[in-house]
């Protein structure tokens, strides 16, 4: 199966502004599953609302547009119902980590067979610009003229915390690092958390004085560095990329399996007593 196998045609050119990372990552997202041979009946991807939300409504396989925020909840009910398939969640931001994050820290400790992608551009691209748990402080938007006061989340270390068994954070300039950590996050058996930078230079470049995608995909190139590189040792101030978590766990389906089977067991022990 081709890549363009995997893409509903009819719905291009897409809606994403010029610069946009979000394009990056779909075309990163498509790639690893190319290249792990899924067939796209295997696959569902569920979505919230937002910028990263549109990502379903781009590609060919079982797909499900959802609440914002609430894409994890009705992807663990999907998994539940359909254990085989893979499930693929791609988030923004603030889908994710701030109306979301109840169901995020969640479904990282149950460990639901599911690979939950966060978009993360550091702002709310579609409603107008609002700072989101992950724009940093200093920066700039619409609901943060004199500069951003929160601390942000850290993505890894939240999902690390949480418990998820595997952890990885790529970005839209790392293209092939970012397609191949895709596919170890696709095909690991448990909540697979991967947090990819993307760049949304409308309101985020805007409102900070960034001129062009390119300056933000160089930011990504100048202040990123993998896991355990000599950069990182002389610039500790250096984000690092890679997979940082990656464990064996019992999934969550499995072991509801076990309590199935438990119950079913009573139930006939009770029922052959009587």
């Known amino acids: 199966m081709s890549f363009k196998d995997y893409i509903r045609k009819r719905f291009f050119p897409h809606i994403w ?4 990372g979000h394009g990056t990552v779909l075309h990163g997202m498509l790639s690893a599953i190319e290249e792990l041979g899924l067939d796209k009946n295997e696959i569902v991807m569920v979505s919230g609302i937002g910028c990263s939300s549109r990502v379903v409504g781009y590609v060919d396989t079982h797909t499900l547009h959802t609440l914002h925020g609430r894409a994890l909840a009705f992807a663990t009910g999907v998994k539940f119902s359909r254990p085989a398939l893979r499930c693929i969640v791609p988030m923004g931001d603030g889908d ?3 109306i979301g994050g109840n169901h995020f820290i969640h479904a990282c400790r149950r460990n639901i067979d599911i690979t939950a992608i966060v978009m993360n551009n550091r702002i709310y691209g ?11 402080t200093g920066a700039y938007a619409t609901t943060a003229p004199y500069s951003n006061i929160d601390y942000d989340f850290d993505i890894v270390e939240l999902a690390r915390g949480a418990g998820a068994s595997f952890v990885a954070r790529g970005t839209t300039y790392h293209t092939r690092e970012m397609i191949n950590i895709l596919k170890k996050a696709v095909m690991h058996k448990g909540f697979s958390v991967v947090e990819i930078f993307s760049q949304c230079p409308t309101y985020f470049g805007r409102k900070n004085n960034i001129k062009s995608p390119i300056e933000m ?7 990123t560095t993998p896991i355990g590189s000599k950069a990182k040792q002389e610039n500790p101030d250096l984000i690092e990329r890679g997979v940082f978590v990656q464990n064996e ?8 399996d076990k309590v199935i089977e438990l ?12």
């Open 17 to 20: 502004c010029p610069g946009c």
């Open 96 to 98: 994710a980590t701030a």
């Open 126 to 136: 579609m409603t107008g610009g609002q700072y989101s748990p992950l724009t940093g």
């Open 217 to 223: 995909l160089e930011w990504m190139k100048d202040k």
């Open 249 to 256: 766990k019992e999934e969550y389906c499995d072991r509801y």
């Open 263 to 274: 119950a079913m067991n009573r139930a006939l022990k009770e029922k052959g007593e009587k």
